[in-house]
């Protein structure tokens, strides 16, 4: 198995045992064992008994725990309390604002085990009589639990190409030719239906294929003699496959992965007999827009300035900012984590590990920051082509101010600043915050800016465009955060960036060498906004990214 899976089912036997009042001693010393084995940096399955108790707060019973897992997936222990629990508790424990131990109270005071009860405890009122929970957690939960029913079918971008590129295999042998459309042909960062193509000239037929494949189950009442439509066993995102024949296809990807916005900008439906996309543009003396700005948003305004040519590519990168490595949170090396950066071909790697607010993460005291230094001014000595950046992602406190004094701030060659303690807030309440560490003079990058992720967890407000405005005023770069988690900013935001003249770095957030590819999502979906290899941060030769640090 692999360290993420083992860690995965430790902390799930962990918050098991915290909901069902386990020994808090046995659970403590459980939980200190699992963040030592996530930080650590080798193949846990393949450490022998004497290896497993050199790691931190690893003893015997935790050893047995440990191989049991990684042998099987599972544990005894795990088993157990799986058995021992309601299936709705493993629901309840998704629940941001819930942790183990209000799971709980929440079962054991109110009997509740499933997700539409504990909304019904939160509209009647019920939730909040019990102690420690009180009005605001209930309407936390209440907004929550919403917002996860409200996704549920829904899928990130990076799990629903993997889930689309599998079915294609299945898929591919049945047909002429098949093609992904819908949003994932649009990179969208968050994908609702998996949308494909396929040309036969046997409808029929090819319904009945596709009923016969394993794992593809008909939805019949939504289906009709050109469209199936259903999902795959274990999976909830909607699937379409629309069937056409072969004099249709190529018009076919092209609607069916465009939004119908964009279609009714270009009268798409009132066009005959045109046999590639190029054609559908140059017909209405249009110019011609790449499948991801089909939105019908801002893809024409934009392109009465620019051209499909200006939009940044992944080998338009010269480096990669923001990252993380073992002296805080990651689970590689600074050296490891740089060399990988070396070996994708680019020119420079900016650490940004956590500031020392961010305790829970590793965050870096001073003297921490002075041995990091110490290590990147070596390491540099080693390299003519390739260089590592000072860097920090420096909290925004609440109050606006950054987790520093100027004296330690004035260290790093730049600063990502960011929000990630107390994110429940109103717009004015985060304008105020956000603005003041925008005007701090030692911020270089405005980090993923409204806290959001992604299909778990809804971003605080913000007025865009006055932290655009705020960002231009004061040389501040906004981040283009690429985990498939995040992709914060939002593209529609990067339109509003470009008009302005405001950098975006794409930084891939990265607590792993594996995660430096993440920076691929944020090209992807920011090209989706427009934006410009000319105003992409870390598209900018090293020189020229020293001197826009430097204006700071």
């Not at 109270?105 to 997700?115: R, S």
């Not at 909607?238 to 296809?249: K, N, T």
Request: net charge negative.
């Amino acid at each position: 198995m692999e360290n993420d899976q083992i860690v995965d089912a430790l902390e799930l036997l962990i918050k098991l045992w915290d909901v069902h009042g386990i020994n808090e001693f046995k659970s403590k010393n459980l939980s200190f064992a699992a963040r030592a084995l996530d930080k650590f940096p080798g193949r846990i399955s393949n450490l022998s008994e004497s290896e497993l108790y050199a790691i931190p707060g690893v003893g015997k019973v935790v050893i047995q725990i440990i191989q049991d897992i990684a042998q099987t997936g599972t544990c005894p222990d795990l088993d157990g309390m799986i058995e021992q629990s309601p299936p709705g508790i493993l629901d309840l424990l998704k629940v941001k604002g819930l942790g183990p131990k209000k799971v709980g109270l929440v079962w054991k005071e109110l009997g509740i085990t499933e997700l539409d009860d504990l909304l019904a405890a939160c509209e009647s009122g019920q939730l909040e009589q019990l102690k420690g929970f009180g009005k605001s957690v209930q309407e936390n939960v209440r907004t929550y639990i919403l917002f996860l029913q409200e996704n549920r079918k829904k899928m990130r971008i990076n799990k629903a190409e993997d889930l689309s590129n599998f079915l294609l295999e299945l898929l591919s042998p049945a047909f002429a030719h098949i093609e992904i459309s819908g949003e994932l042909a649009r990179d969208c960062e968050v994908i609702s239906t998996l949308v494909f193509v396929a040309q036969t000239a046997d409808m029929f037929g090819s319904q009945s294929v596709i009923e016969a494949i394993e794992g593809f189950q008909t939805d019949f009442k939504q289906s009709s003699p050109f469209t199936w439509r259903g999902n795959y066993e274990g999976h909830l995102i909607p699937i379409e496959i629309h069937l056409v024949d072969a004099s249709q296809f190529k018009m076919a990807v092209f609607q069916y992965s465009a939004h119908p916005e964009h279609l009714g900008l270009l009268n798409f439906y009132k066009l005959k007999n045109l046999s590639s996309a190029e054609e559908v543009y140059e017909t209405q003396q249009l110019p011609y827009i790449i499948p991801a700005m089909r939105e019908g948003l801002q893809e024409f305004s934009w392109s009465e300035t620019y051209s499909p040519a200006d939009l940044v590519k992944m080998s338009d990168l010269q480096g990669c900012l923001h990252n993380h490595s073992t002296y805080s949170d990651g689970k590689n090396t600074l050296l490891e984590m740089a060399e990988a950066c070396r070996a994708m071909g680019l020119s420079y790697f900016g650490i940004a590990d956590h500031s020392q607010y961010a305790a829970y993460a590793g965050g870096l005291k001073e003297e921490d920051v002075m041995r990091q230094h110490a290590e990147i001014d070596a390491l540099n000595k080693n390299w003519t082509d390739f260089t590592i950046l000072k860097g920090i992602e420096a909290d925004i406190l609440p109050d606006g101010s950054l987790d520093y004094n100027d004296r330690i701030l004035a260290s790093f060659d730049y600063v990502v600043a960011s929000v990630h303690a107390q994110l429940v807030m109103d717009l004015d309440r985060a304008m105020g915050r956000l603005i003041k560490a925008i005007e701090n003079p030692y911020t270089s990058i405005l980090g993923h800016p409204t806290g959001r992720l992604l299909l778990s967890r809804p971003g605080y407000p913000i007025d865009t465009l006055k932290i655009v405005d705020a960002c231009k005023a004061n040389g501040v770069s906004i981040e283009l955060n690429a985990s498939p988690y995040r992709l914060d900013l939002d593209w529609r935001h990067v339109y509003a960036a470009m008009e302005k003249g405001v950098f975006v770095s794409v930084n891939p957030d990265a607590h792993k060498i594996i995660g430096l590819q993440d920076m691929e999502y944020g090209v992807r979906v920011g090209r989706k906004g427009g934006l410009l290899k000319s105003l992409t941060l870390n598209a900018l030769a090293l020189p020229d990214l020293k001197a826009f640090f430097a204006k700071k």
